[in-house]
């Protein structure tokens, strides 16, 4: 343990944070002090709770999320408390209401954040109703082509929010056991009962709602049946599945709270020729990178037909043994994963009495949604779609993800030990509904018109929504970085860029003007975002800090989704490259969103 602090040692403490605050206090623009002034008492300069409500709602707009005077006392007893820890220890006395170094510091703390830090959508519709966050290969430590798989990856996902945990399995090197990895690679394999065990153990630490385990199964009948045996016992009761084997609508998330699905193609239930008596696939039949629905493509499995099961009444034995043995595994599937139907159009067709999952790689819905983008927003309105990155991406980099959910796709598989802007854009979409891991779909992809008509993601669409955004300042670098990280001889001369991530029509970037030698850079600047589908835009945000000669550095990164933003004046936190939150740097911004007229 530690040892305490001095009162001397103490006070040095506060007296330097009070002085490096005061700093930012003084940068603080002409218009946050006009809204202060506006509302406060003209003989004290105190806010008190009437005029912090009045404040909250005029000008954050909370009268939509029910604000109250109770809500106005509860932001000057935080800021109370957090006053007499930090700047004044030694004179515990409350104040009634704000002054503006306190009005300033609640605008600029976690108590004026940009989006709701709880779950606020209707959780009682299908699954097909939501976004759900997905991994792609999720036992995998690095690269696609050589790194270790580990649990470490499926543990750091889950905590992260993740809901969709992928496993790639296969016969281990004895065909006794089963082991996670990247087939036909040099992945080091993982044991699947240590996957199934971390799950257990951490499906629910960052959220209740329910986590689905995708398997890419390559197992003979005998290990299917073994997984079956390990599924159940290191689940139990929370593992979910029908008793009737087929679902007609998938439940709701509040409904699956706190339960654990498999989602795969059921397996054959009868022997397959000559692969019943022991012969395995060639190594072509598993190329790394390709998943079951890419092989069906370009192979026909021996025995779909039941004209090559053998007449034997040995053949008949050892079928009856297979299917007995693949009949647990099968029924403990809650998801099943739909077989292609020839051509895709064929595969769309939604089925009525039974809902289910299809996959496509990035490129495969690319080309679908050029030819058949409302057939895929009708399908994804009662039925799972899967989206996962190409079998090129070695590096485990990642693609777009919103021609995905703009089709409605409800899994977007994204390599979460990846890197890069695309991964950023997934990680701010699902920080929305307090981070539970599931966004409900909007409006536009769940309707259909008088005619029956769904959205058209190709379609030309009128401005519906205007998004103002002002950037006011920025602080926290100076707590977070050494004095020499970004320049060695001055303080750093910060930007930021700002945009939209949405459909190809509302996407754009622009930035402010560079502050040279500011470590609490004000840039006071306002842009309009012209919106066609606000429901489906990301507002982008980076700061970064010029270099003259060299690459410009990176001050940190969020992205919002539109329809989840506070309106107001907020403070924005930021995330360095990996997605980690920055422990002092956000934004001072104000959003505004109005229809266009």
């Known amino acids: ?70 809500d106005a006392q509860s932001v000057i007893d935080n800021l109370n408390s957090f006053f007499i820890k930090n700047l004044n220890p030694f004179h515990h006395h409350r104040q009634k209401g704000l002054n503006f170094e306190a009005f300033f510091r609640y605008l600029f703390s976690d108590l004026n954040p940009p989006i709701s830090p709880k779950v606020h959508h209707d959780m009682r519709a299908p699954l097909s109703h939501y976004f759900l966050y997905t991994g792609h290969n999720s036992y995998l430590t690095g690269n696609q082509l050589s ?18 945990i992928e496993l790639d399995l296969w016969p281990n090197s004895d065909k006794d056991d089963v082991d996670v990895l990247h087939g036909r690679t040099l992945t080091t394999p993982v044991k699947l009962i240590k996957c199934l065990r971390a799950i257990k153990e951490h499906a629910f630490s960052a959220s209740p709602y329910p986590v689905i385990v995708t398997l890419e199964d390559h197992l003979t009948p005998h290990l299917q049946n073994k997984v079956a045996k390990m599924v159940t016992e290191t689940f139990g009761e929370t593992l979910f599945y029908p008793e009737s084997g087929s679902l007609e ?10 339960r654990i699905i498999l989602s795969t193609k059921p397996p054959k239930e009868y022997l397959k020729a000559k692969n019943s008596q022991g012969k395995e696939k060639s190594s072509d039949d598993y190329k790394w990178g390709k998943e079951d629905s890419d092989l069906e493509d370009k192979q026909k499995i021996q025995g779909d037909s039941d004209s090559s099961s053998s007449d034997s009444d040995s053949d008949d034995g ?32 939604v089925d009525s009495n039974q809902v289910g999952r299809i996959s496509l790689s990035e490129q495969k819905l ?74 409900k779909k909007p409006d536009i992809l769940m309707k259909s018109d008088s005619d029956n008509r769904v959205f058209d993601p190709e379609a030309s669409l009128p401005v519906k929504k205007i998004l103002k955004v002002k950037v006011y300042m920025g602080d926290g670098w100076r707590f977070d970085f050494s004095p020499t990280y970004f320049d060695s001889y001055s303080p750093p001369d910060f930007y930021t860029r700002i945009g939209i991530a949405g459909v190809p029509a509302d996407s754009v970037m622009k930035k402010t003007r560079i502050l040279e030698d500011n470590w609490v850079p004000v840039w006071d600047e306002e842009f309009k975002f012209p919106l066609t589908v606000p429901e489906l835009a990301l507002l982008r945000i980076e700061v970064h800090e010029y270099d003259i000669s060299e690459k410009d550095d990176f001050g940190g ?8 933003l506070k309106l107001g004046i907020r403070a924005v936190p930021l995330f360095d490259r990996k997605g980690n939150k920055l422990k002092s740097v956000k934004l001072l911004m104000r959003f505004d969103l109005y229809d266009e007229t």
């Open 366 to 439: 690319e080309k679908a949604a050029s030819s058949h983008g409302s057939e895929l927003v009708r399908f994804t309105q009662k039925n799972l779609l899967r989206i996962y990155p190409k079998g090129t991406r070695f590096n485990s980099s990642n693609y777009d993800p919103l021609v995905g959910w703009t089709h409605g796709a409800q899994m977007v598989a994204f390599n979460m030990q990846g890197y890069g802007k695309k991964l950023w854009w997934m990680q701010g979409m699902f920080r929305s509904n307090g981070g539970c891991g599931y966004m």
């Open 318 to 349: 050892e079928n009856r043994k297979f299917q007995s043995e693949v009949s647990e595994y099968k029924r403990l599937i809650g998801i099943q994963a739909k077989k292609r139907k020839g051509k895709l159009l064929e595969t769309l067709k």
């Open 557 to 564: 990164q969020t992205c919002l989704p539109v329809s989840e």
């Open 1 to 70: 343990m530690g040892t305490l602090a001095s009162p001397k040692q103490s006070y040095i403490v506060c007296l330097c944070f009070k002085r490096r605050f005061k700093a930012a206090v003084a940068e603080a623009p002409d218009e946050i002090k006009s809204h202060f002034n506006h509302h406060s008492s003209e003989q004290n300069g105190i806010m008190t709770v009437d005029n912090l409500y009045k404040f909250l709602i005029e000008i954050q707009g909370d009268e939509d999320t029910n604000a109250t005077k109770d």
């Open 147 to 164: 790194s270790d798989c580990s649990d470490g990856p499926i543990i750091k996902a889950l905590k992260g929010g993740v809901r969709v």
């Open 249 to 258: 609508e998938f439940p709701s998330p509040e409904e699956l709270k706190n």
